[in-house]
């Protein structure tokens, strides 16, 4: 099994949808979670912490589910600026940053 | 205006001859690491350094070589280029104290003919 997993997509939703995705990881130890997005050919750049307890910023939601292993993402009343691909990472105890593949989403006009 | 900055941007060069992709952050970072990225593998750590002169490797080293002489510095050599090593780089910097927040490069694009 990968250390992280995420759906490659594409999402292709159109605007003012609702989308969600999740990343599921293998190894319990792991300690923070994070979502990073990153435009085509550009640097990934963080776009937000996730929290046990979920937290949301904006438009964005991020959960964890220790117990599952997985974090999920919602972005809610999608904007064409929200194309991109997203990255789910995860730091392990040990300090070792694991990067998932990315999961792409297009917004459509 | 905090940064990390990678040089050159583009480059495109031949089988065999040496060239060096520099990297340099203006944030006092602790941890400085390169990556690869290409379509299908996403990112994968070349090599990364946690202070300067303290380099280890990451999961796909072969090939590459680095050195952390100063703080701000960590630049990515590759002695003898081949055709397997065209890619996209990104250079990334972060805090002991933020885990998992890393500050990116805008990348190099690197073609090896």
């Known amino acids: 099994r990968k250390e992280v997993e995420q759906d490659p997509g594409p999402f292709n939703v159109p605007e003012g949808a609702t989308v969600a995705f999740n990343c599921t990881y293998s190894?319990?130890?792991?300690?923070?979670f994070f979502w990073y997005r990153q435009d085509c050919r550009k640097e990934p750049k963080l776009l937000m912490s996730?929290?046990?307890s979920g937290n949301e910023d904006g438009r964005f939601t991020a959960q964890l589910n220790r117990a599952s292993q997985y974090i999920s993402l919602l972005i809610r009343d999608s904007k064409l600026s929200d194309s991109a691909t997203y990255l789910c990472?995860?730091?392990?105890?040990?300090?070792?940053?694991?990067f998932g593949k990315g999961t792409r989403l297009h917004i459509l006009p | 205006e905090a940064q990390v900055t990678q040089n050159p941007r583009y480059l495109i060069t031949v089988t065999g001859k040496k060239l060096t992709v520099t990297c340099s952050q203006n944030?006092?970072?602790?941890?400085m690491s390169w990556y690869r990225q290409d379509p299908g593998l996403g990112l994968r750590q070349i090599y990364y350094?946690?202070?300067?002169?303290?380099?280890d490797k990451g999961d796909v080293p072969e090939g590459y070589k680095v050195s952390r002489k100063e703080k701000r510095n960590f630049p990515l050599i590759l002695e003898s280029p081949s055709p397997n090593q065209t890619s996209l780089y990104f250079c990334?910097?972060?805090?002991?104290?933020?885990?998992?927040?890393?500050?990116f490069g805008p990348g190099t694009r690197l073609t090896v003919l």
């Open positions: 990334a910097s972060r805090s002991y104290i933020t885990q998992g927040v890393q500050f």
């Open positions: 190894n319990s130890a792991s300690q923070s």
């Open positions: 996730v929290y046990s």
């Open positions: 990472v995860v730091n392990m105890r040990d300090d070792k940053i694991i």
């Open positions: 944030m006092n970072h602790e941890y």
């Open positions: 350094s946690m202070n300067v002169e303290v380099t």
